[in-house]
């Protein structure tokens, strides 16, 4: 057995294993704190670092997905300087990222009042959408580059490694090496990466021709070469947004 | 973004995983598949099958009415129809109709013996259920057998006869508490990805040793810490000769032999000659990896045994699953968490099908035929006069196709399976479907067996049928009605009860066997009364999650590994094994051992993968060559080849790899138009009759690309 830990968590007194996450032991006691990149069945990295909260006597803010309890640790959920952090990284990323198939980051920034138009000058990033295989599609304006995707393709579950990061910076991107198509690299069209896709860049293919206006019929009558696309293909702008 | 009107939980219909499903639904279209990550099964986990291959429900080609051959067909001269045009529509009073006649006509005329059934391991255990009890209780007789004759029934024979159970004796994500376990014959990433990434997971995360047993350099071999690279058909051999080491290096388990064991010294005696020399000399293997081997199995803490059908489909195929039987028996590697033999079932129901009954000797719940005992108790359930069952051994699976004849089988009924691609030597196989009097095919497809067939029956395909299936770990899950059926395609079991009232009717039956049912749930009640192990599988608890058998009452939780306290036949035999060589050996004239598998993006027949966008990422039958034998025949990867056997001939692209070993090829069976079943050959096992696809002698030449029958049919793939 792990040794029992006390701390408290916006005042209220925790009993938790020691190695727990800030995050699990807020849970224990009912407390929700806000996260993007964590998954539940992925290792975290404290990427997205919106689950940040502060700490007695800590320099920073503190990531509650990785951020081990301590004894006596006194941990506060919300504050301004919290909440001004949470909300300036959900102006960022509505800045950049198409985050209209983000359901939970939207109620975020709801709750946290964020001001989706807060840095007008801001480039978006908007790349065209990757339609390469029959299985599903990966649409990167809507990438948050939460590494869920990568994380499942590689130990977290499938160890199949057909993608990873490209690029750096602001040009960051997931893709395969070399650019290859899908179908070319190991990937073995599992689609955990689709399972844990928090905003809605990967998709079936079925559910986006759905979504672009066919019918179940028109999608089943699709001939072989329609479904395997080999090149990346613009797709028109829908209602000038993008 | 679109928003789902219901999103359905339900079971995979692919593998034997089981992994679980939820389907998102918009107007009764599934478009997206999920899991939950929190189930014990898959953990949100699933493969291009399960998350993607879903589409073969709304494919095109599906058959959604009941239909007739419009020319009647004569025994000997029967054909295949594949356009519509030959086929008329027919109302189900119909079709069912002319069933029942033909049936009844034919039973009447020659009897019991010329009737026969293929049950499915895709279906129910409920369709799987009905079928065989419409043949026992209406046809009396027990020619029904389904797939597993040809998957596992030597595993299943062997497991029986030194264990009396038959089914894999862990939990498959048990596999992270074992420290050292052997994979053989099985691809397992291709054919059981969800396990396979959980024993990459007990490897790379939890420090576990794998040990692989297999001709082809499988992608799990780079997880390995060992690759015994043997000869196709050489099992007996190597295992044995470990079993020769873990003797004479005293590395057994005394205790377990006393307590739980017998039969040791006659075993001992016969591995004497399986000295790790001789069993180089015959599986190609060296003797230090064996050695090495051997002790990492005998000293693991927790060690287990994975197998697929590398080790039963061979004529000797019972041997091969009783020397790795011996081996946990000899280190007392079974009945502990983390420790056991684990046969990997094949279908999604395979392990289902088998203990409702699907079987030619065996009631459900693989009560014998041939015990008055059983006889009696089935009887007594099914409304059956006192002798009115009976008491003979059915013919299996190949037997049926054999026995087809004026004076042997003349009517088939097949469920849901494909035996024009899946048996061995396939020209065998059609020139006796030709000779069928009476062919009825239930299925979705017309595919190369039904259509072969005088009426065909629409089934509807699991998303649009209630039902529960029993996966490789023994664990009872639900299939849920989640679209409505397509067209007037109606569920299995509700075709059989319709046919069974028709039937009884005709025969002026005095008693029924019972076929009002409502809903599945009263099956598998009913079948829950006559099978011990299913008495508390009930629907109401298997809601949340399945239940693993046995599950003895209402309150029984089920069981995640078996024989913690005694085997079901009380103590372990051992078995004395010799070293049996395959049927067919390579010579001049067939230089080269030709084995036979599945492709992840494919299933089996191709029934369902084939009329699925799965077909787009492996569309062609690729033989996969080792460059040693690629260089002597000049050939790269690409080229055209010719495959011939002394039975048959295929012309196909080849892949040269080292994923298979040299002097070895190997094609996947998935594929009409390059049949690998064309090529194999029809030696069974005398045991378990199950057929050797695993080794036959082919010779490979260079072809012509215009003899390909789809040569634009291609698709670059990266993956292993």
Request: hydrophobic share 40%; net charge neutral.
């Amino acid at each position: 057995m792990a040794e029992m830990i006390s701390l408290t968590i916006d005042d209220q007194p925790v009993s938790a294993s020691e190695g727990t996450t800030i995050l699990k032991a807020a849970a224990q006691i009912g407390i929700d704190i806000p996260t993007i990149c964590f998954h539940e069945a992925c290792t975290s990295y404290a990427l997205c670092r919106i689950c940040v909260v502060e700490v007695e006597n800590a320099r920073t803010l503190v990531p509650a997905c990785v951020g081990k309890v301590s004894s006596g640790m006194k941990v506060h959920t919300r504050s301004e300087r919290i909440d001004r952090s949470r909300r300036t990284l959900l102006e960022m990323l509505a800045t950049t990222v198409d985050l209209s198939e983000a359901p939970e980051i939207l109620a975020y920034m709801q709750e946290y009042q964020a001001v989706p138009d807060r840095f007008p000058s801001a480039e978006r990033r908007d790349p065209p959408i990757i339609d390469d295989n029959p299985m599903f599609i990966r649409d990167y304006a809507k990438c948050i580059l939460c590494w869920r995707c990568v994380q499942v393709c590689a130990s977290d579950a499938q160890f199949a490694y057909a993608i990873n990061f490209i690029e750096r910076g602001f040009e960051t991107q997931i893709g395969t090496f070399f650019e290859q198509s899908l179908p070319e690299t190991s990937c073995v069209f599992c689609g955990q990466c689709v399972g844990v896709c928090p905003t809605g860049a990967l998709k079936p293919k079925r559910q986006w021709l759905l979504e672009q206006g066919q019918t179940p019929d028109e999608i089943m009558a699709l001939t072989r070469s329609e479904r395997r696309r080999r090149m990346r293909r613009e797709v028109p702008a829908e209602g000038g947004t993008r | 973004m679109i928003q789902a009107d219901k999103i359905v939980s339900t079971t995979c219909p692919f593998c034997g995983v089981g992994c679980n499903l939820q389907l998102h639904i918009k107007d009764d279209f599934i478009y997206r598949v999920t899991s939950p990550f929190e189930n014990i099964v898959n953990q949100g986990n699933l493969c291009v099958k399960g998350r993607f291959g879903y589409d073969f429900v709304y494919h095109k080609e599906r058959v959604t009415s009941p239909l007739i051959r419009i020319t009647s067909q004569k025994p000997g001269s029967r054909t295949q129809a594949f356009d519509r045009s030959q086929w008329r529509t027919a109302s189900w009073d119909e079709a069912l109709d002319l069933v029942a006649d033909r049936l009844v006509e034919i039973y009447r005329r020659d009897g019991a013996h010329a009737l026969a059934a293929y049950c499915s391991a895709k279906a129910t255990n409920e369709d799987n259920y009905l079928l065989q009890k419409l043949y026992r209780s209406i046809f009396r007789t027990n020619n029904i057998d389904h797939c597993t004759r040809l998957c596992h029934a030597a595993s299943v024979v062997a497991l029986q006869m030194a264990l009396g159970s038959s089914a894999m004796s862990n939990t498959a994500a048990e596999v992270i508490y074992n420290d050292v376990f052997i994979v053989t014959g099985s691809n397992t990433s291709e054919n059981h990805p969800i396990i396979a990434i959980q024993m990459k997971e007990a490897v790379v995360k939890h420090g576990a040793k794998l040990i692989v047993v297999d001709p082809r350099r499988i992608e799990l071999v780079n997880y390995a810490a060992l690759w015994l690279p043997e000869k196709p058909g050489s099992d007996v051999a190597v295992f044995s000769a470990m079993a020769h080491v873990i003797l004479h290096e005293k590395l057994y388990n005394q205790r377990f032999i006393d307590d739980r064991t017998e039969n040791f010294a006659a075993f001992a005696a016969s591995m004497e000659k399986f000295t790790p020399e001789y069993a180089e000399l015959i599986s190609g293997v060296d003797r230090s990896l064996i050695l090495s081997a051997a002790r990492l199995y005998a000293n693991a803490k927790n060690g287990a045994i994975y197998w697929a059908l590398g080790i039963p489909e061979h004529s000797h195929g019972t041997a091969n699953a009783l020397s790795l039987i011996n081996l946990a028996l000899l280190t007392g590697q079974i009945g502990r968490l983390g420790t056991g033999l684990n046969p990997l079932r094949g279908q999604n129901n395979v392990q289902g099908a088998s203990d409702a009954g699907a079987m030619p000797w065996h009631y459900p719940g693989y009560q014998r035929v041939d015990s008055a005992e059983a006889a009696q108790k089935f009887e007594k359930a099914w409304n059956v006069e006192p002798g009115g069952l009976n008491r003979n051994l059915g013919l299996t699976t190949t037997e049926i196709m054999s026995a087809v004849g004026p004076k042997g089988v003349c009517a088939l009924y097949v469920m849901g399976e494909n035996p024009m691609m899946s048996e061995p030597d396939l020209n065998h196989t059609r020139r006796k479907m030709e000779q069928l009097e009476f062919l009825v095919a239930q299925d979705m497809f017309l595919n190369e067996t039904s259509s072969f067939a005088d009426v065909f029956l629409p089934a509807t395909s699991w998303a649009e049928k209630d039902g529960t299936f029993t996966n490789t770990d023994r664990r009872v899950q639900r299939v849920r009605k989640a679209i409505q059926p397509i067209g007037e395609a109606r569920p299995d079991w509700e075709i059989i009860c319709d046919l069974a009232r028709r039937l009884e009717k005709r025969l002026g039956a005095k008693t029924s066997s019972f076929w009002g049912y409502s809903h599945p749930s009263e099956v598998l009640e009913e079948m829950g009364r006559v099978v011990p192990e299913y008495a508390g599988v009930k629907y109401q608890r298997l809601e949340k999650v399945g239940l693993q058998t046995p599950v003895l009452d209402d309150l029984d939780p089920g069981m995640p590994f078996l024989f913690s306290q005694r085997f079901p036949r009380g103590k372990g035999k051992f078995h004395p094994l010799d070293y049996n060589p395959s049927t067919e050996i390579p010579d001049e004239d067939y230089p080269l051992i030709l084995t036979t598998g599945r492709v992840l993006e494919q299933w089996h027949g191709g029934s369902l993968t084939r009329h699925s966008w799965l077909d787009d990422l492996y569309p062609e039958a690729l033989v996969e060559i080792h460059p040693a034998d690629a260089a002597h025949l000049g050939l790269k990867s690409g080229d055209t080849v010719r495959a011939t056997s002394r039975r048959g001939s295929i012309v196909l692209r080849c892949k040269v790899t080292q994923k298979t070993t040299i002097g070895v090829v190997f094609i996947p069976f998935h594929f009409s138009e390059a049949a690998a079943n064309l090529l194999t050959i029809d030696a069974i096992d005398p045991q378990a009759k199950i057929p050797e696809y695993k080794s036959c002698a082919v010779r490979i030449m260079p072809a012509n690309p215009d003899e390909l029958v789809n040569p634009e049919a291609t698709q670059a793939r990266g993956r292993y």
